[in-house]
Structures are given as structure tokens and as C-alpha cells.
């Protein structure tokens, strides 16, 4: 049965809606903490003086391909998602989609205050001693998330094609399924290595302190695109802007500064589409190699 698409005129243009409340949804965690995103939801709330929910969606990280995306059905008005997601939904030319032009800036070593975010390349402790670069890993279990992350898949195979290697580089190769399954996967010596997320990294750390000491960080790799905030196009621009304009000025609310840093965000930014045209080089880039044979 085909979707039924609401609030469309009869050539399909969409009708902006004045919104009676804003609805939010997250994919991003548990990765990133669930609470970061409730405290945005919270900030949003009391400064557009509009009821606002969040759903939080833990299976996908952006909508799935076998269902009706929520903003073709209007169940959403902003998605926050990986960037590999936002770049399928802008190819599928889908009229109900578009970026909201902002996005986060978070504390990292290599950061020089922009949006955008890395990829740490972890270590167990146990082999610091032999680890001093990169190709000190060949040989090694090796972990990443999911084929579709850019953070914990794609980012490795650019720096085996940089290196003029492949996915042979490695001993054995293991799927885990997220970021946070990687780190733990790391600290139980499931695997000697893996490339994560560096926020989903910081985030991990906060909630459990000793790992500090079980881990270090190799390299980081980035910056890669922010972390993209989707907007649904029946929303008015008018009120997309207030949006907008609400985020960039969080970081200067006294009762929401401190919960911004508590999840290592400085503020908010500007972001662009453009930049996610990045992510298309990269995976085009390494188009031919592939971490997907596992070896024993």
C-alpha cells in the first residue's frame, strides 16, 4: 500500500503549518546521551513557548529504509541523525527534508571550535608499550560499529587506502553493531583496537571513570561532518529561523550553559549542507575496499 502523504497540495508542494507543538527525535543515542538531547528539547521549549516532545529511537541511526520516513508522514519536525542518513534522505530528493543550518561544537583536543566532530582510534593500555602508531596495529583484532558509520568504518578504510594497505592489514576484523560496543569490546580484550566516535567516547568515560585507565587514544581522525539536525520543510521558515537563532544563542543562557558543557557542546554553530558532500568524496574514495571478511 503506498504512503499517504500529508499536508501536500496537489502538486505535491508541501503546506507550511503553523506547529501547536515541536516534535523531536533522536537517533543518535545512546551513543550521545540521551540527556543531552532532553536538554535541548527542554531549552527549545521554554524559549519558543511551545510544547515539545522527544522520542528517543535506539534501533537506527536515521530513518530506516523499509518504512515511510517520519517527515513524508509528518510524525516529526526535527530528526537529529548521522550524517550517512541526512545523505541518503537529500539523494532521495525527499521534498519534506531539508538542513537545519545549525549544529554542535564539542570539546576535543583537535578541535578548533567548529562543528563538526572526530574519530578516536582506542587502544587497550595493555599495549601501549608496542603501540606507538598506526602500523603498529597490523596484526591486531580490530573492531568497528556498522559498515554505514563514517566514524567507526569508512574513516578506517581511508586511512588503510592512505597507507596503501587493506583490510588485510588487520587480524581479525569484528563487527559490533555501535560505538559504545566497540569501547567495551576494547576494555574487555575482546579486540586490541578500534576507531569510535570521539564524543560517544567522552560520553562513555563520564558514565564510567576507570575506563579512563584501560584506554588511550592512538590517533584522531577528522573533523568529520556535524552531526546533522533535519528539519521538516512544512514548518515555516519563520519559525525554522527562531530555531535556529534559539540554538545559537544557548550557550549564553545561564540556565543552560553548564548542561551544554556537561556533554563536552561549547555552543552551537552555523553548519551547511555543503559540507556533507565531504562524506559522498570519502565513501567514493574508498569505493573497492571493504573490513567485511573477518580473519582467523
Not at 39 to 68: I, N
Not at 188 to 214: F, G, H, I, M, W
Not at 222 to 231: C, K, R
Not at 280 to 285: E, G, P, T, Y
Request: glycine share 4%; with cysteine; aromatic share 10%.
Amino acid at each position: 500500500m503506498a504512503a499517504t502523504v500529508a499536508n501536500t497540495t496537489a502538486d505535491g508542494t508541501p503546506i507550511n503549518r503553523n506547529p501547536t507543538k515541536l516534535r523531536l527525535i533522536t537517533y543518535l543515542s545512546p551513543g550521545i546521551p540521551i540527556e543531552y538531547f532532553e536538554t535541548v528539547a527542554h531549552y527549545l521549549e521554554h524559549k519558543l513557548r511551545l510544547p515539545t516532545v522527544l522520542v528517543y529511537e535506539s534501533r537506527w541511526d536515521g530513518p530506516p529504509d523499509d518504512r515511510v520516513d517520519p517527515f513524508t508522514s509528518d510524525e516529526i519536525d526535527i530528526a537529529f541523525m548521522n550524517s550517512s542518513s541526512f545523505v541518503k534522505l537529500r539523494e532521495s530528493k525527499n521534498e519534506f527534508v531539508d538542513l537545519l543550518p545549525v549544529s554542535s561544537v564539542h570539546s576535543h583536543s583537535k578541535n578548533e571550535g567548529k562543528v563538526g566532530y572526530f574519530s578516536d582510534v582506542i587502544v587497550h593500555t595493555d599495549r601501549r608499550e608496542e603501540t606507538k602508531d598506526f602500523m603498529d596495529l597490523r596484526g591486531c583484532k580490530w573492531a568497528y560499529s556498522k559498515p554505514s558509520s563514517l566514524s567507526g568504518y569508512i574513516m578506517t578504510l581511508k586511512k588503510l587506502r592512505h597507507l596503501g594497505e587493506n583490510g588485510t592489514f588487520f587480524g581479525n576484523i569484528l563487527p559490533s553493531g555501535s560505538h559504545i560496543n566497540s569501547i567495551e569490546m576494547v576494555l574487555q580484550k575482546q579486540v586490541d583496537a578500534a576507531s569510535v566516535d570521539a564524543n560517544c567516547l567522552a560520553a562513555y568515560c563520564d558514565r564510567y571513570p576507570s575506563s579512563r585507565k584501560e584506554l588511550f587514544c592512538l590517533e584522531s581522525w577528522g573533523p568529520l561532518p556535524p552531526y546533522p539536525f533535519v528539519v521538516n520543510t512544512r514548518l515555516p521558515k519563520p519559525f525554522r529561523q527562531k530555531i535556529v537563532q534559539s540554538l545559537l544563542t544557548m550557550h549564553l543562557d545561564p540556565n543552560f550553559k553548564g548542561r551544554l558543557v556537561q556533554f563536552h557542546v561549547l555552543r552551537f554553530a552555523e553548519n551547511s549542507s555543503f559540507v556533507y558532500d565531504t562524506e559522498r568524496d570519502l565513501i567514493r574514495n574508498v569505493k573497492g575496499l571493504t573490513l567485511d571478511t573477518a580473519y582467523y
